[in-house]
Every structure is written in C-alpha cells, then in structure tokens.
C-alpha cells in the first residue's frame, strides 16, 4: 500500500497539477502518538522496530529493511514531501513515520509508516487509495493506523479531498477493521489487472473503502 509506482498512468485531476503546494502544518498529535516527517534522526528507532523479534517473525516486508534503505528514502524525498509525476500518474505525497512518545514506555519507539497521497488518478482510486499505512507487530493493538488516518484528515480537506479511497487485500484483516473503525465503506472488491505492479507482488485483488470526510 505504500509503494507509489503506479501500474496505470491515469491523468492527476481533482486540481492537482504543476501548481501543487505541500501544506505546512502544525503538530500531528493524539495522545502518545505523533507523526513525523521521514528523517535521518529517526532512522535507528525505526531499525529497532524493524528488527524487533514479532517484525522478524510476522513482517516479511518490513523485517529485512535496512539502514542504507531508509537514509536513502530521506534522501529521496526530503520532508517527506514526493511532488509526484503527473506524466507517470504518480500524485504528489506526504510521507510520516508513526512515533511513540518514550515516557509512555512503548515496546518501540516508532510504530510504523503512513502516507497520503493527494489525487485521483484510476490506478489510486482503484488499486492503491488515497492512504497507505504499516504497523510494525509489536505496536499492534492500539488502534495506531486508525488514530494516524484521523490525524491526516484535515490535511486532506485542506487538498479537497472530500472523501478517501483506501484499499487493502481481502485477507489482510486487521486493516479491514481499521477502514471500518474509521467509518469506511467497503464499495467493492477489484481485480488486480496482470500487468500491474502490486499484481507482480502477488496482490491480486483489492477491498475498496470509502471514508467521506
């Protein structure tokens, strides 16, 4: 859900363009979370995550990230800010990592990734939705994706957006629940066409939530 290549390319409408501006904003809080922009002094709480023995054993994507991999994502997009390839159908996206206040004693400091994507293309509104997000498994069980979907709902109004498309697979249950705790209505459920990159991962279908704002 949070690789932005896309399989389609689609023409950014919905205003999007040339003439996009990143928002700036305020603090992303609620409660002992908070997001923040991708950066270099984030990247050892995010190893330790990723190395945690529940991410080892149950997150075979996020397990074998590396160091190298995650200076080279800050790198690429600075501030967590991509402007996107209107030519590719790539939409402008902001990108946060989830981080745990540590005076509350998490079992890690950083929580996981989410990201939103401002558009809407036919590969976003049908494959990969307007939000993508991970938790890594020692942080599961607090409603962390949720919570972070929430605290980027005004981002989103602030671009327009007046509702959200988020999709998962049919057998990834856990965000399933997260669409519906956040009012999500399951529209349909899609076939992955052959050629398209999440199908080469072995995704072949895809649950479509909309969450009006």
């Not at 928002?23 to 050892?44: N, S, Y």
């Not at 990201?115 to 809407?120: A, F």
Request: aromatic share 8%.
């Amino acid at each position: 859900m949070t690789n932005m290549k896309a399989g389609l390319a689609g023409q950014v409408s919905g205003g999007v363009g040339a003439d996009f501006a990143f928002a700036d904003f305020g603090p992303l809080v609620d409660g002992e979370l908070e997001l923040v922009v991708p950066d270099e002094r984030w990247i050892d709480d995010v190893m330790a995550a990723c190395g945690h023995p529940l991410t080892q054993a149950e997150d075979v994507e996020h397990a074998p990230t590396t160091r190298a991999q995650l200076e080279q994502s800050v790198r690429t997009v600075p501030q967590g800010r991509d402007p996107g390839d209107a030519h590719n159908g790539r939409v402008p996206t902001y990108h946060f990592w989830m981080r745990l206040r540590p005076e509350c004693n998490p079992p890690v400091l950083m929580a996981g990734g989410i990201s939103l994507r401002v558009g809407q293309t036919a590969d976003l509104v049908l494959y990969f939705g307007h939000i993508g997000y991970n938790v890594y498994p020692p942080a599961r069980g607090h409603h962390y994706a949720a919570r972070a979907c929430r605290l980027l709902f005004g981002l989103a109004r602030h671009h327009g957006l007046g509702a959200l498309w988020v999709t998962t697979d049919p057998s990834n249950l856990a965000s399933r629940r997260t669409c519906e705790f956040l009012g999500g209505v399951l529209v349909d459920i899609v076939d992955v066409p052959g050629n398209h990159i999440l199908r080469q991962r072995g995704q072949k279908r895809k649950c479509r939530y909309r969450i009006n704002l």
